[in-house]
């Protein structure tokens, strides 16, 4: 059981816990800034937006982990400030980016960042920290930050079924909204419950950025992979669409028999354009034309190995019949997607049989 005069210790180790996970957040988050804005921005601007959503809330980070730690000036005060007022609306733009090919920068937006220069200039004025200013100003930028979370939510559900750059999964783009309001509601939390220490916002913080980071280096950021179909003129819907259409004909009428298919004999068929329909199956397979058509003949080969129609066939037959011009490129394909061989497959339908 807990004694009273264990409180403050355990109190100073939670402290020190989120101080030091806080700590490894935010130096981790200036990495991430370097990384995103002069690497992978030059592949994909929206990164540009990305970036700087998370220098501003790395700022905001560092000035509670230095606040709680020691007394800090004005500028160190209203720079943090200003940094969360900056967050909202970086978070907008980064989304209206990502799901939107013409969307650019313009000079309108710097107008987003007005009240993060209205806390900067707040700086120079003679007030002490303990006027009723300070409490106000704060509730108007979690305000701000509410507003534009909401309209966040609003523009990302709204658009992503028409973005020619989304794909299917959106967990990319969930992860990193959903992570800024839990963000925003600790503070809130804090600030008007006072329930939550006042490092927990930090804490949060260092998990979103190791997060973030293993999600980039396991490919699941998927602005870069669908970057080179910004220009597309086929939406995500429509991509959906197409690959509906590609699937139904591979089921009806087995295009893939043909050992001479190709990508536009296909597009033919379906009445469009070779790199369209390219792209309906890269996005929603992640693979490309010859290992989609491979897949079919697999799955064809697969009924008919163990079919008693054609038991009397070699699986080397099989395979000529369903469009593999090679035995060696067909074991290959048919190992590397079932981890097993074609006669092993078979045997062992055969062994079960019995």
């Known amino acids: 059981m807990i004694t009273v005069s264990e409180i403050p210790r355990m109190n100073s180790i939670l402290l020190l816990f989120f101080v030091i996970i806080g700590i490894a957040g935010v130096l981790n988050g200036f990495f991430l800034f370097f990384f995103l804005y002069f690497g992978y921005s030059r592949k994909n601007q929206a990164n540009k937006y990305l970036a700087f959503l998370i220098l501003f809330l790395t700022i905001r980070m560092a000035k509670s982990i230095i606040a709680s730690l020691a007394p800090v000036s004005f500028i160190v005060i209203h720079l943090g400030l200003a940094a969360f007022a900056c967050i909202g609306p970086m978070l907008l733009l980064y989304i209206r980016k990502s ?190 034309f010859f290992d989609f058509v491979n897949s079919c003949r697999i799955e064809e080969i697969k009924h008919r190995l163990v079919s008693q129609e054609f038991e009397k066939l070699t699986i080397a037959a099989i395979a000529y019949d369903c469009g593999f011009n090679s035995i060696s490129s067909f074991n290959s394909a048919f190992k590397r997607k079932e981890k097993i061989s074609p006669s092993k497959y078979r045997e062992r339908y055969n062994s079960q049989k019995i």
């Open 99 to 288: 799901t939107n090919k013409k969307t650019g920068f313009s000079a309108i937006e710097c107008l987003h960042f007005i009240p993060a220069l209205l806390v900067l200039l707040c700086t120079f004025l003679p007030y002490r920290q303990d006027d009723p200013i300070w409490d106000i100003r704060y509730n108007l930028i979690m305000l701000q930050i509410f507003i534009y979370l909401s309209l966040t939510f609003y523009y990302f559900y709204k658009k992503r079924d028409h973005s020619v750059i989304l794909p299917n999964k959106t967990g990319w783009y969930n992860f990193i909204i959903v992570s800024i309001a839990i963000i925003w509601l600790s503070y809130g939390v804090t600030w008007w419950i006072g329930i939550l220490p006042y490092l927990s916002g930090t804490f949060i913080f260092g998990l979103f950025i190791y997060t973030l980071i293993y999600l980039w280096l396991n490919k699941k950021q998927i602005n870069e992979l669908y970057e080179k179909y910004r220009n597309s003129i086929l939406t995500r819907s429509d991509s959906l669409m197409l690959f509906q259409k590609l699937t139904a004909l591979m089921e009806n009428t087995k295009p893939f028999l043909d050992n001479e298919i190709s990508l536009s004999k296909l597009a033919f068929q379906l009445e469009t354009k070779p790199h369209l329909l390219s792209q309906a199956i890269n996005e929603n397979l992640k693979t490309n």
